[in-house]
T-cell receptor, first 112, second 116 residues
């Protein structure tokens, strides 16, 4: 499985854009990049997934450069409720037997 | 059901006792996963099921841990002779399929286990 590296923690003020970068230098051709969000005392939940270039949904944007060795989760105009741990996962399609593995994630603290 | 449910939500037990944790996945989801999360830590993968089969049990921390799934539905995680280091939140997730690995995993609220 492709190993991922993320910052352990980040702080931001309300209303700012937050960018969390994940490194995955040994990403394989068939790997997709997925981000999950975990609020305190809850299980993680899916935020966004992408393969290359840019993906945007109602929650976030995901930027993936051409070499795909990193990805950046962008949260526009964060609020206090965005305080959570964000996990970057890289997983292989159709390998059949190996599920995704969560790392330690990035703990985002949003300050008023 | 509407989502993944887990029971009990909280469990306090004495060292040496056995505990059984239950997970009810979303109906129709063939893949089911168990994770452990210690306080302030990331998720630690324990075991997954594709249908009723668990192809890889190497993530289980010790032979005191076991899991089973029946009817491609409910799964139970059993911890025998609990130790204090077993204290953690045990999370269960399910997804449509394991074949397409990028299937979204839907998590339950977890069972908070405290071993005294």
């Amino acid at each position: 499985l492709a190993k991922t590296t993320q910052p352990i923690s980040m702080d931001s003020y309300e209303g700012q854009e937050v960018n969390i970068t994940c490194s995955h230098n040994n990403i394989a051709t068939n790997d997709y990049i997925t981000w999950y969000q975990q609020f305190p005392s809850q299980g993680p939940r899916f935020i966004i997934q992408g393969y290359k270039t840019k993906v945007t949904n109602e929650v976030a944007s995901l930027f993936i450069p051409a070499d795909r060795k990193s990805s950046t989760l962008s949260l526009p105009r964060v609020s206090l409720s965005d305080t959570a741990v964000y996990y970057c996962l890289v997983g292989r399609r159709n390998s059949g037997n190996t599920p995704l593995v969560f790392g330690k994630g990035t703990r985002l603290s949003v300050i008023a | 059901g509407a989502g993944v449910s887990q029971s009990p939500s909280n469990k306090v037990t004495e060292k040496g006792k056995d505990v059984e944790l239950r997970c009810d996945p979303i109906s129709g989801h063939t893949a089911l996963y168990w994770y452990r999360q210690r306080l302030g830590q990331g998720l630690e993968f324990l075991i997954y099921f594709q249908g009723n089969s668990a192809p890889d049990k190497s993530g289980l921390p010790s032979d005191r841990f076991s899991a089973e799934r029946t009817g491609e539905s409910v799964s139970t995680l059993t911890i025998q002779r609990t130790q204090q280091e077993d204290s953690a939140v045990y999370l269960c997730a399910s997804s449509h399929s394991l074949v397409v690995l990028q299937e979204t995993q839907y998590f339950g609220p977890g069972t908070r286990l405290l071993v005294l």
